[in-house]
């Protein structure tokens, strides 16, 4: 988890996280589809249909969140006087959302307690991934503020992953 900067350092790629966030888009659309048949197979079949909109919304939010937000951090980072790499940014916040991928599998067990401990998990291994890089990255600069910020954007995401897909 730590160290990513480091990694990354001679050679950030696009690559990885423009496919971890294009596979996650495919399995929160399919496997939130799937997801709302096991949880309503349980009272009526008739009233389940395949709700196409669950992949609009996966691919706006997921693209929205992997471009913008690292885009608005790397921003605030350097008006508040770090020097980060915008492309570092976006491999990072992209690599972090790899969590999310098994997560969304483990998330058509349909009992719900499971399913909240599912998303924490992910969410808190997600949030930390960020917390620690940010913190590599500021090297020794006081932006604490900024950086906790970061991570708790990264758990709201995945509390919208569970209530928009896995409600």
Do not use: H
Request: proline share 4%; with cysteine; glycine share 6%.
């Amino acid at each position: 988890m730590e160290g990513f900067f480091r990694k990354i350092d001679v050679n950030p790629d696009m690559y990885g996280p423009l496919w971890i966030t294009t596979t996650l888009i495919f399995m929160l659309a399919a496997f939130g589809n799937f997801a709302t048949y096991l949880m309503q197979r349980k009272s009526d079949l008739n009233i389940w249909n395949f709700d196409v909109s669950y992949f609009s919304l996966a691919a706006s939010v997921m693209y929205g969140y992997a471009i913008v937000v690292p885009a608005a951090f790397f921003f605030l980072f350097q008006y508040f006087g770090s020097r980060p790499s915008l492309i570092r940014f976006w491999c990072m916040w992209g690599y972090s959302l790899f969590i999310f991928v098994p997560a969304s599998i483990l998330l058509l067990i349909p009992v719900e307690f499971l399913r909240w401990v599912i998303i924490a998990g992910a969410g808190g291994a997600s949030s930390w991934f960020i917390f620690l890089n940010l913190k590599e990255c500021t090297e020794g600069a006081d932006m604490m503020a900024l950086i906790a910020s970061a991570s708790v954007l990264q758990f709201a995401l995945a509390l919208f992953i569970k209530v928009f897909f896995f409600a």
